[in-house]
């Protein structure tokens, strides 16, 4: 029972971070139904921008709140312009041409990302600082709780419930929606089509950043190669979820995050995979448009 | 000039040209009904002047302004609605979203959406009954419902509508093409595309016949509903079937 | 002048030319070619070239099948290599641990691929295509884990020593000798894809990428196509594997990745999706540009994403696309005069009611006669949440009539159609049809059981031609076989020609002939409802359901329009119309049925339900003047 609430406690600690990504992947899909597999390579990008400010730059040094402000912030809008000039050179030019051209794109976009990453910081493993965070925590009974999981937990429900109440709330959040239906249609409400594409380019981008941040924080080491199984789980969390659905894509990322907890707890590591697929493929069958479910709606 | 002046448009899918100069006008307070049969170009026509299409030639002017080479969501902001062909709602998003996007430029103005909001509803009251229902539940009048609802939401000074009567049922067809009567009363250009030519007409004041891409017949309402072209080819139908 | 006189005969020559090779069959040149490529390659006579000659045909091969998932069935896999993998690891296995002969373990290897696609595709094809991106990638995954820790397998160090094949005799062990085999397997998978691609298949592949939906309710078996498409793209993946694991001698799970699916897509999307010279092209680059960047060693990857990236960008639709002829629809058919259209229709159609009365027959059911009730409704209720959008409706048409339905917006008559045609499950209640019940049936079935119909908002597959669309209609009238279809055997090109020769006469008997080579989209509104009319009648169906077909239609329009009902009628078919115009429905119907919010407020002639207080109540109003001076005029 101890391990088990312990495993719990790891789960949703790094299924929070996969929920970010997971969020990523469902807006931009929702938009133009692109699985833009660069997303867990913008997140790698994020942590490396992130280490560079703490550690090269000696950010770390400074009071505490400074630095994590900073490096959070700073990561996020870069990687957000990054993800905007993805954008701008290799998914628009093919937006309205073809859905598996934008894909391939995509997939070279994230070879490129992991490429240019070696380039640039080098194929070693990097650390962040490890004791940015106190290290310390409390027991609630069996169960360690660190104050690191709990800090990050947190900042990334914030940053969820910022998102939630920008895409439910505000009717840019229903443009958006809408652009998955017609884009010609909603030219004719008014709505700059490739204005609100951007803003979801940025959004995803500086999720994606956040949680990238957070891993580096989290795990300590970091590695240009980091976004792909974060991509690929959280790319699993947001179809578990049923992808397009924000809510579905924050209650994938923890789901996966705990399946990927308890199986490395009770069985093994090498399991991890299969389980998670497995249990993918079964909901999928039981119910095809994901927990949560996406809105379909058609008519005769 | 008038508010929407239309000047000699020429408009190619790939080769085929499917508007071979296209003249019109309309002006505040005023309908004007395009009539033609299937393929005519009169969709065609509606999708050049709101910037879905762009022409090879010809200008669009609205209130002074080039429409030419304008992105469609600006021409909306000059206050050109259009209620498409197909209506083209939006089917995963509820009948309260779909309006509100319909006044996504005046979306801060939340009182405003407000009133307009409640007017469709007066318009439309299924519509007020189906608020939450995903649109692309709703049948297929209601659906037509919400399209013109949702262009009138921002209030435009040119109303283009295609087909707005298209699976109404007569009544309801009757009331919508009353109130748009209403709504050029109280001052918008509205450009009436009816394949229901004989009311189109009744509410009309000008109208243009089109025929494979050009103007062919153009004047008063009135008195284009007593041409006799005009009768035999969109009003007479079943009569001259009763006759032969 | 003279320029022009002496290019002539040159524009000429080379037309002819072409013409020529478009004419010859597929198989020909495929052989052609392939040859030559071989001829080339050994003449070469350099091992490495040879070596990775053969790289390419076995990337071919893969992008081949994966060609038939993506490019034709428009299902993404992204975990293609798992069919690959099961391929390679069984003929493997066979050979090392039972000693096989290569060639016997290859059925082996193809039925366990198979199999293994079947048992995935089955509940996971009626995923939309981005899930089933995520449920093969994993598919893939779960393989290659499986495989690395399955200790029979040789877990991560995989099977080592792997015989070379034995041909009767004659080992092969040369590269040359593998380029000729994996040619050989080249030539016969591109063979049967042309084949399938032009076959009743393709159309079926193309109408479920355009519209499941429509495809599924004109008749289109749309997950036994899917199936069909998965699994032979799977067999085609295991062979490859086989083919791979032989060759190279000894295979491990990390031959076997999800990098290797993402290059196989890239094979196919790179050498533009659907084309078969395109895989081809699209396995040379994807082999040969990472021998070629070999030199630039650490920023390899890097050119290779940015070169990628770029050519996506500059061919989107692939470097080699498939050319979309433009349709030459009715080439080579002979012509007919119009009577002659009508009177074969007319003799066509009987032929098929016929038979099919007969088929009821002998399976000892009960065949209406004219006037005697055809489809029945009885208590039928559909519920969405709190709404009841059909309340307890009951009614029944005979056969041979024209039945309206007519009603508010809202009253529930589209919903009616929908669990009339299987598209939604009522609630309650019972659908009779032919006497037999059609409750819970699949669109598709329903179709073949006779009943053919029209959607209010136009479904037509838009980027098919106009004589496509009704081809597509005629699906579930195919007699022939898959495997005739891929063989393109001389009964299949009858049937196809037959079915092209049909939807022309049906073309012709609404009218539109004259648009039969045009994309669907690019016809007006009305025409597209005519040739949903023509699809819908192309089934040869007791009984056609029309939805609003003369929305957007102008009176002259429509006035056409009431005389194909009626020549419909006149063919024996049974007419069930919703519509909104009045002057229309009361010209055209026996009797008329009224829907008010779900409930049957009043059925009867059309002078009856003129007449009834309620319905002007609830639908016709006080004073419409087209119905007054329609009337005046009947009288
Ligand atoms: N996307 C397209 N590509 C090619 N041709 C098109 C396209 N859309 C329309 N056309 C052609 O342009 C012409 C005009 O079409 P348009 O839709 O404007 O006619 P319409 O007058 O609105 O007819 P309807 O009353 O049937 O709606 C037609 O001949 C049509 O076939
Ligand atoms: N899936 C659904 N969920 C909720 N309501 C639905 C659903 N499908 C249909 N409805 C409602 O059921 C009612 C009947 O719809 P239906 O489409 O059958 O009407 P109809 O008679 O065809 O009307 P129209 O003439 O406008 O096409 C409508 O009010 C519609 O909004
Ligand atoms: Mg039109
Ligand atoms: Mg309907």
């Known amino acids: 029972m101890g391990d088990f609430l312990q495993y719990t406690v790891i789960g949703l600690t790094v299924g929070s971070f996969y929920a970010l990504v997971a969020l990523g992947y469902t807006i931009v899909y929702g938009i133009i139904r692109l699985i833009n597999f660069a997303q867990g390579d913008l997140s790698m990008v994020g942590a490396f921008l992130g280490w560079t400010l703490l550690v090269s730059f000696g950010f770390e040094h400074l009071p505490i709140y400074l630095a994590l402000v900073i490096a959070f912030v700073v990561p996020m809008i870069g990687t957000a312009v990054v993800n905007l000039g993805i954008l701008q050179f290799a998914y628009k030019p093919l937006l309205r041409r073809s859905l598996l051209a934008i894909l391939i794109t995509a997939l070279g976009m994230s070879l490129l990302l992991q490429n240019s990453a070696e380039l640039i910081w080098g194929a070693a493993i990097e650390a962040y600082p490890p004791n940015l965070l106190p290290s310390s925590g409390f027991f609630v009974g069996p169960v360690h709780v660190t104050y690191v999981q709990i800090a990050l937990v947190v900042a990334s429900l914030l940053l969820m419930g910022g998102l939630v109440a920008f895409i439910q709330g505000t009717t840019i959040g229903t443009a958006m929606r809408a652009l998955a239906v017609d884009h010609d249609a909603a030219r004719l409400m008014g709505i700059n089509v490739d204005a609100v594409i951007r803003i979801a380019f940025v959004l995803g981008a500086m999720l994606a950043a956040a949680s990238g941040v957070m891993l580096g924080i989290y795990y300590v080491q970091i590695h240009f190669t980091m976004g792909f199984l974060l991509g690929l789980r959280a790319f699993t969390a947001a179809v578990l979820g049923g992808i397009g659905n924000i809510p579905g894509a924050m209650a994938g990322g923890m789901l996966i995050g705990l399946l990927e907890a308890y199986t490395t707890g009770y069985l093994s590591g090498t399991w991890e995979d299969v389980v998670v697929f497995g249990v993918l493929i079964t909901v999928l069958i039981v119910k095809p448009t994901g927990l949560f479910g996406e809105r379909v709606a058609e008519r005769m | 000039m008038a508010l929407l002046e239309v000047r000699d448009l020429h408009v190619y899918y790939g080769n085929i040209e499917a508007l071979k100069g296209i003249s019109l006008s309309a002006n505040p307070g005023q309908i004007v009904a395009i009539l033609g049969g299937n393929g005519a170009g009169k969709t065609t026509t509606l999708r050049t002047i709101s910037g879905l299409l762009r022409p090879r030639s010809g200008s669009v002017m609205c209130a002074g302004k080039s429409l030419v080479g304008v992105d469609a969501h600006v021409i909306v902001g000059m206050g050109v609605s259009h209620v498409p062909e197909g209506r083209r709602i939006f089917n995963i998003l509820n009948v309260e979203e779909n309006l509100n996007l319909g006044g996504y430029l005046i979306r801060a103005q939340h009182q405003l959406i407000k009133e307009r909001k409640a007017a469709v509803f007066g318009l439309f009251p299924r519509l007020a009954e189906r608020r939450g229902q995903l649109a692309g539940t709703l049948s297929g009048g209601e659906q037509q419902m919400l399209a013109i609802g949702r262009a009138l939401m921002s209030d435009p000074k040119v109303l283009m509508l295609d087909e707005p009567s298209l699976g109404l049922a007569p009544m309801l067809a009757k009331s919508v093409l009353k109130t748009v009567r209403e709504i050029a009363d109280r001052g918008a250009a509205v450009l009436l595309v009816e394949q229901n030519a004989r009311q189109a007409l009744a509410i009309a004041d000008h109208a243009y016949v089109i025929e494979v891409g050009r103007i062919v017949l153009e004047g008063n309402a009135a008195v284009l509903a007593k041409d006799e072209r005009v009768q035999k080819a969109y009003l007479g139908g079943f009569e001259s079937v009763g006759s032969a | 002048m003279i320029a022009q006189l002496t290019e002539r005969p040159v524009g000429r020559v080379y037309a002819t030319v072409r013409d020529r090779l478009g004419r010859t069959p597929y198989w020909s040149r495929v052989v052609v070619s392939l040859v030559a490529i071989g001829v080339a390659v050994i003449f070469w006579n350099d091992d490495y070239v040879t070596a990775v000659a053969v790289s390419v045909a076995t990337y071919a091969m893969l992008g081949l099948g994966l060609n038939i998932v993506v490019g034709y069935a428009g299902l993404l896999d992204l975990g293609y290599a798992a069919f690959f993998a099961i391929g390679a690891y069984t003929s493997a296995l066979l050979m090392t641990q039972a000693h096989w002969n290569f060639f016997t373990t290859l059925p082996f290897a193809v039925l366990f691929t198979g199999t293994a696609g079947a048992i995935l595709g089955y509940p996971t094809l009626r995923l939309r295509s981005d899930y089933l991106a995520i449920v093969t990638l994993g598919f893939g995954e779960m393989t290659r884990i499986t495989f690395n820790n399955w200790e029979y397998a040789g877990g991560p160090n995989g099977v080592l020593g792997i015989p070379w094949p034995n041909f009767f005799g004659y080992e092969l062990n040369t590269q040359a000798d593998f380029f000729i085999v994996g040619l050989f397997l080249l030539a016969i998978a591109m063979i049967f894809a042309e084949h399938l691609d032009h076959s009743r298949l393709g159309r079926g592949w193309v109408a479920i990428r355009e519209d499941e939906f429509a495809a599924e309710s004109v008749g289109v078996p749309s997950l036994r196509l899917k199936l069909f498409a998965y699994v032979m793209g799977g067999m085609w993946g295991g062979l490859a594997g086989a083919f791979f694991a032989t060759r190279i001698g000894a295979i491990d799970p990390t031959s076997f990745t999800f990098q290797l699916s993402v290059l196989i897509l890239i094979v196919i999307v790179l050498g533009g999706t659907g084309s078969l010279p395109g895989v081809l092209l699209g396995a040379l680059v994807v082999v040969a540009l990472p021998e070629l960047l070999r030199e630039l060693s650490d920023v390899r990857l890097l050119v290779f994403a940015i070169l990628l990236v770029g050519m996506m960008l500059l061919r989107p639709q692939g470097l080699w696309p498939r050319i979309r002829r433009k349709p030459k629809p009715f080439y080579g058919l002979q012509e007919e005069e119009p009577e002659d259209v009508a009177a074969r229709i007319l003799r066509e159609h009987q032929v098929q009611m016929e038979e099919r009365d007969r088929r009821h027959a002998a399976a000892g059911h009960k065949v209406p006669a004219a006037g005697e009730i055809l489809l029945e409704v009885d208590g039928l209720v559909q519920q969405f949440g709190g709404l009841r959008a059909v309340d307890n409706v009951s009614f029944s048409v005979r056969r041979g009539e024209i039945f309206s339905i007519i009603g508010p917006n809202g009253g529930g008559k589209t919903t009616l159609f929908n669990c009339i045609t299987g598209v939604q499950r009522p609630k309650r209640g019972r659908v009779l049809f032919d006497g037999r019940s059609i409750v819970g049936l699949r669109p598709h079935v329903i179709v073949s059981r006779g ?181 005046a005029q009947e009288a």
């Open chain 3, 451 to 631: 009943i053919g119909r029209t959607f209010q908002g136009i479904r037509l597959f838009k980027n098919m031609a106009v004589f496509e669309n009704v081809m597509v209609g005629l699906y579930p009238r195919h007699r022939t076989m898959t495997w005739q279809a891929m063989l393109h055997t001389p009964g299949e090109r009858k049937d196809e020609l037959r079915t092209l020769q049909e939807s022309r006469r049906w073309l012709s008997f609404v009218g539109l002939e004259s648009m039969a080579g045009q994309l669907a989209s690019q016809l007006s509104y009305a025409d597209q409802r005519r040739v949903e009319i023509a699809r819908a009648l192309a089934a040869h169906p007791h009984l056609v359901l029309f939805d609003e077909p003369a929305a957007g239609m102008n009176p002259t329009e429509k006035l056409e329009l009431v005389g194909i009902i009626r020549k419909i009628r006149d063919l024996g078919i049974t007419v069930v119309l919703i519509e909104h115009d009045m002057s229309l429905v009361m010209r055209v119907s026996g009797r008329i049925a009224v829907l008010d919010h779900g409930i049957l407020i009043a059925l009867g002639k059309p002078a009856e339900i003129q007449n009834d207080p309620a319905v002007i109540e609830a639908y016709l109003g006080r004073e419409d003047d087209d119905m007054g001076r329609l009337t």
